[in-house]
């Protein structure tokens, strides 16, 4: 099976601008959640999207969106970039197991904003 | 959860020394508790996980605890070898999202001396 695929691996974008980042999950993964690696934050929850609903929403403002679509791939939306949204943004799909999530991660964008 | 605390945030060993990582958690609902090695330049990997009805697994050399009563759970690594050099982080399901999105700890930066 392939991996959880994130694209594109890189992206450079400037202040104000606004960018859209793609996951494409593991066959058969309905959910896709989604977060912000910075040095300093360390790993933050942003978004999860189950059967194309955003069911859950970490502490982000509104310039950060996203969906998920019929076949369970999903994009976020950053409007508006600030500098300080330069960061790795990973995306994880998951399965249940036993009524546990295993959540398996693609390789992230690296996100630079000058 | 909503807090995971991870100690320590360096951790330097000799080749064939053991390392352990401890995380401490806050929500007592909390029923899975996986752990990330995360390489540089490389995705987060699950490399085990534990649930809550069971306070040990292990899997070769590494092996993880859980300590329900003190909310805390830790990740043993057993005659490192400087592959096991990475960033290893824990985690805790978030509430209200079906175990499908995590919380993660801080991160351990392992650094195996050969």
């Known amino acids: 099976k392939a991996g959880v695929t994130q694209t594109p691996r890189y992206l450079i974008k400037t202040r104000g601008q606004q960018v859209t980042l793609s996951c494409s999950p593991i066959s058969g993964h309905r959910s896709v959640s989604w977060y912000q690696q910075t040095p300093g934050q360390g790993l933050q929850f942003l978004f999860e999207?189950?059967?194309?609903?955003?069911?859950n929403k970490g502490n982000f403002p509104g310039r950060f969106s996203g969906r998920q679509f019929s076949n369970s791939r999903s994009e976020m939306n950053v409007s508006t970039l600030e500098l300080g949204d330069s960061a790795l943004y990973l995306c994880?799909?998951?399965?249940?197991?036993?009524?546990?999530?295993?959540?398996?991660f693609g390789s992230g964008t690296q996100l630079s904003v000058l | 959860g909503e807090n995971v605390e991870q100690h320590p945030s360096t951790l330097s060993v000799q080749e064939g020394d053991s390392a352990v990582i401890k995380c401490t958690y806050s929500?007592?609902?909390?029923?899975?508790f996986p752990w990330y090695k995360q390489e540089l330049g490389k995705r987060p990997q699950l490399i085990i996980d534990i649930r809550s009805n069971v306070g040990e697994k292990k899997d070769q050399r590494i092996a993880v605890t859980l300590n329900k009563t003190a909310k805390h759970f830790s990740l043993h690594i057993t005659e490192t070898q400087p592959e096991d050099s990475a960033v290893y982080f824990c985690?805790?399901?978030?509430?209200?999202?079906?175990?499908?999105?995590?919380?993660f700890g801080s991160g351990t930066r392992l650094q195996v001396q050969p």
């Open positions: 999207y189950f059967s194309e609903t955003q069911r």
């Open positions: 994880a799909s998951s399965v249940g197991t036993d009524g546990f999530e295993k959540l398996f």
């Open positions: 929500d007592s609902a909390s029923n899975y």
């Open positions: 985690a805790d399901p978030l509430p209200l999202t079906g175990r499908r999105a995590l919380t």
